[in-house]
């Protein structure tokens, strides 16, 4: 006897849609390189219970002697790989950057996700620290041109006097990843010459690399000067962002961490390691162009 069927399946009810809760999404990062992984590991430690995503831009290292219009394009392309991939805040843990990009970035991701960028988390604290007002500054020639910290000091502490110092030679030093060697000390020690003669009590690190070398930049400066990096600086604001819009993580658990690179995985995991001070494991490769014309085509 021949069997008889329906002459069509029967329907199948779907799954419904697996949805992710904001909170339960990364806190996405990028900088130009791996200094920005000073940044993170103080989000790591102050934060462990959130997850992060970083990108670092290694493959257009360095971004200390860029246009601000070419930052800004820089910015937008990496802000769109990050918040393609699903992110609850982002931090642009770079200054030449923050100081090009920020005010942009913030208005055109202000209906998806907080944006925290280094230069006035840092300047609050330098007005914070400073007895005198007088306020040193070490960063790229990219950042003191944009004049971003000049700004954003006169805001916190509209009487402080702000001594910028621009280096483009620091930042690469120390990213080859290389040990602090004389060729970094008369760096340092070039940099530092001018603030000591200005008498500043408060030096702010305006380059997430250079806490690599700060204690080379304290000895230099002397221990009377306090010295104020961006790590510590963003962390604090990073919390209050999220807990501000209600986008914390639970407490207890423990976050996961992963990295993104325009560059070379292999060489962004040697020089990561040692930036993070915890374990770099996979990498994955980026093309921030490509990725822009993508989005720019759907």
Known sequence: MTPRYPSAPPAVTPFAPVTVAREQLPVAMFDSG?????????????LPHEDYVYLGDTARFPYGDRSSAELLTFARQ?????????????????????????????????????????VGPEARLAALA???????????PATVASGAYERALAGVAPGAE??????????????????????????????????????VDTVILGCTHYPLVRAVLQRELGRGVTVVSSGEAIA???????????LSNREGRRGSYRFLTSGDPEEFRRL???FLQLPVDQVVRVDPAASALRRAAA
């Open 162 to 199: 702000l001594h910028s110092v621009a280096s483009a030679e620091l930042a690469p030093l120390i990213q080859a990843g290389g040990e602090i060697d004389h060729r970094v000390i008369a760096c340092v020690q070039g940099l530092c010459r001018p603030l000591r003669a200005a008498g």
């Open 272 to 274: 990561g390691t040692r």
């Open 78 to 118: 990496l802000a769109g790989i990050l918040t393609d991939e699903g992110a609850k805040l982002l931090v642009v843990a770079c200054n030449s950057a923050t100081a090009a990009a920020l005010p942009a970035l913030r208005d055109e991701l202000s209906d998806r996700i907080p944006v925290v960028g280094v």
């Open 236 to 246: 604090q604001d990073v919390e209050a962002a999220l807990a501000g819009a209600r």
């Open 34 to 46: 791996v200094g920005g992984l000073t940044v993170l590991h103080e989000c790591l430690v102050s």
């Open 130 to 140: 400073s007895q005198t007002g007088k306020v040193g500054l070490l960063a790229t």
